[in-house]
């Protein structure tokens, strides 16, 4: 995946042959008003200015003559017949055809709306819900993993300590606590507990590290950061260059309490919050603290976006709400569910969608520290789970696991998540006989949101043909490398017809939770996402940067990302970022990072192109250094020392031509590396390569 709007593109067809991107955009974005399409459309509008004033007579005369009830059945067939003329009778059939999906989604758009308004209403928040939930059925397990059993009135007394613990520190409604936590039941009490006091908790990504990590804590502003004990010395690497303000607090885990003394606590650094927790009340959240309100600020997720470091994106309690309630409504969730997800909590997929149903619905969710393809459905049978999720990756990781006893014993009836590639869709819901899959799409920060409620293989969601204002989104035609939206004459932007890719937006529209862009902490990367005079002077839509591509019946279908990021085993790695820790690390030289294609695997893998002639770069030192700056999903996979380097016009480093060959040792002279499972480079031999193509070697 390309960074530079100023290089081209090269991509690759079935056959293998090369079709350069000006072709993809003659293609794409040019559709190029087919002149029989055109003479087609023009001979519709001339034959339906004819019918109208035609029928109309022929109606007025048949009610005048034959009275009312006779006239009525005149009109109702003069408006067939000019419906059959435009849009046509193809359009009957689309809506014969496409009606039930849209029904039922309709309905459960309808149900959303009602469950959000209804707590808008009453001003509730997400504790508030929790409470309830905890009233009917305290002993009810709400959060399970592999060693953990936690009930509703255990989560909440934990959160009610919490709350306690930092309103007694001075922390209020407004302030921000970041939060540094493995997969555990304390994770999601701990940022419950601080949104009963209306404390706003960043929930960090547990892989960074370094400068990565310093800035996700800066750019939330956090005024006390929480981390376990198992992240400590990551903490402690840069406490020292935090802002003075930043308290930190460490908790420790049963297997972490015999060494709650060590670096940072004795060195008061960081308070112990396991011994302020065990003498702060459970029982409710003392009566002078601030309660949330429904509109107030939740959580920041962190996104990884075309600028670089990862970005604080916004979730309001009603954002989490809509959320929540959208998928459970969307795919017939039960609250008597129990739901599986081995993805990490603080991601939206994990820590909004699947423990939004423990929250919100009163379902049991069984979590885990780490994923296992093995486990997956071992863990789905033991725990007795009915609803698991996924990630595209994990779905190859299982798929790929030997046949097990357990693969169709056990009580899964539905999986969902985002990025089942069709290739192995068919194969993975027949092996591992699931009845109905949820594929959704939809980005953190973002207003447009989509879900595939019907298990069509492939499609990421849908758009009704019948009705597409129901719900405000569109693929409008864009740039296929750069994203930017086309203008047509009028200065404003065309809807793309089905099979013609586009980028998806959202219509933004401000106090309606589920039409608002909320955005990040930084305005100004905000900005960014808004596209302004759309459809009409003055507004506004959420652009995704996604090509997306729509079928006659509407479904959607993801087709690439645009900008300076690709993904990589679920997450969005940004080129510009990991280009500036290469180079830091490869002594300031010259580095290009691009993703590349590895045959049956899902994203793209990275690459980084180091302009080294006299081979001064020790690659064992290096790979040593990756490990502690990146997080493993952002570290190249490939590596390829460059003993020459070609500038663009502007002086710009060209990424198109090393993008084109590869990772082929045949076609590069260059040496070349790739990172084994151990983590540790190794050179890329022919060999090598052609196990790879052939997928005998994993990544």
Not at 146 to 157: A, D, G, M, P, V
Not at 185 to 201: D, N, P, R, Y
Not at 303 to 314: E, I, N, Q
Request: proline share 4%; with cysteine; aromatic share 10%.
């Amino acid at each position: 995946m390309m960074t530079s709007s100023d290089d081209s593109d090269l991509l690759m067809e079935e056959e293998g042959q090369p079709l350069t991107i000006w072709q993809k955009v003659s293609i794409a974005i040019d559709p190029s008003h087919n002149p029989m399409e055109q003479k087609r459309s023009n001979w519709r509008s001339y034959l339906q200015w004819i019918m109208v004033p035609v029928l109309s007579g022929g109606t007025a005369m048949i009610w005048y003559y034959l009275g009312a009830w006779s006239g009525l059945a005149a009109l109702y067939g003069s408006v067939i017949a000019t419906l059959l003329v435009r849009p046509g009778w193809r359009w009957f059939y689309i809506a014969a055809v496409t009606g039930p999906r849209d029904i039922v989604a309709l309905i459960a758009y309808i149900r959303v709306l009602m469950f959000v308004k209804r707590q808008e209403r009453k001003n509730l928040n997400i504790g508030d819900i929790f409470e309830a939930s905890v009233a009917r059925h305290p002993d009810k397990l709400a959060i399970v993993s592999e060693s953990q059993q936690w009930t509703f009135r255990q989560l909440n007394e934990h959160s009610n300590r919490v709350a306690n613990v930092f309103h007694s520190h001075g922390y209020k409604k407004g302030d921000v606590v970041g939060l540094l936590l493995e997969n555990r039941a304390e994770f999601v009490a701990t940022w419950l507990g601080l949104s009963k006091i209306g404390v706003i908790t960043p929930l960090i990504n547990t892989n960074l590290r370094g400068a990565s990590l310093q800035h996700s804590i800066t750019v939330g502003q956090c005024t006390a950061l929480i981390y376990g004990a198992s992240f400590r010395s990551a903490v402690m690497d840069i406490a020292k260059d935090l802002p003075a303000h930043v308290g930190l607090y460490q908790f420790n885990d049963e297997g972490s309490q015999a060494h709650a003394a060590d670096e940072g606590l004795s060195q008061g650094l960081a308070q112990q919050l396991n011994g302020l927790l065990d003498t702060a009340a459970k029982d409710k959240v003392a009566a002078g603290a601030t309660r949330a309100d429904h509109h107030d600020k939740l959580v920041y997720i962190y996104t990884s976006g075309t600028t670089g470091l990862p970005k604080a994106a916004v979730i309001t309690h009603s954002r989490y709400f809509f959320i929540a309630a959208g998928i459970h409504y969307a795919l017939g969730f039960r609250d008597q569910d129990v739901f599986y997800t081995p993805l990490p909590l603080y991601h939206t997929a994990g820590g909004v969608m699947s423990i939004g149903q423990a929250l919100l619905f009163g379902s049991t969710v069984v979590i885990r520290k780490k994923f296992s393809a093995s486990g997956y459905f071992a863990d789905c049978a033991r725990f007795q789970c009915t609803i698991g999720q996924y990630i595209g990756e994990m779905a190859r990781y299982i798929l790929s696991t030997p046949s097990a006893p357990h693969d169709r014993k056990h009580q899964v009836r539905m999986v969902f998540g985002n990025g089942l590639r069709p290739q192995i869709w068919p194969h993975f819901v027949e092996r591992f006989n699931i009845q109905r899959v949820g594929e959704f799409y939809g980005a953190t920060e973002g207003n447009a949101n989509i879900m595939n409620n019907d298990s069509t293989v492939g499609a990421i969601g849908f758009v009704s043909r019948v009705l597409p204002q129901i719900y405000p989104i569109s693929i409008i035609r864009a740039d296929p490398h750069t994203g930017v939206p086309l203008r047509n004459k009028k200065g404003l932007c065309d809807r793309c017809e089905p099979n013609e890719t586009g980028v998806f937006i959202g219509k933004i529209v401000k106090g309606n939770p589920c039409r608002e862009f909320l955005g990040y902490v930084d305005t100004k990367a905000s900005s960014k996402k808004v596209v302004y005079d759309v459809f009409a002077k003055g507004d506004m839509a959420f652009i995704s940067g996604d090509l997306l591509v729509s079928d006659e019946r509407g479904y959607l279908y993801f087709k690439d990302r645009t900008g300076d990021t690709f993904r990589w085993k679920g997450e969005n790695v940004s080129t510009s970022e990991v280009e500036a820790q290469l180079s830091n690390l490869a002594g300031y030289k010259d580095v290009i990072v691009y993703g590349v294609s590895i045959p049956q695997t899902e994203g793209r893998a990275g690459m980084a192109a180091i302009y080294d002639p006299t081979r001064e770069v020790k690659v064992e030192m290096l790979g040593q250094e990756l490990t502690k700056a990146l997080p493993s999903y952002a570290r190249p996979q490939f590596l390829r020392f460059l003993r020459k380097i070609d500038l663009t016009g502007t002086f710009k480093l060209r990424k198109v031509e090393l993008q084109q060959q590869g990772f082929d040792p045949a076609a590069i002279e260059d040496e070349l590396f790739y990172a084994g499972s151990d983590g540790v480079y190794a050179p890329l031999t022919q060999s090598v390569y052609e196990r790879i193509q052939r997928n005998e070697m994993r990544f």
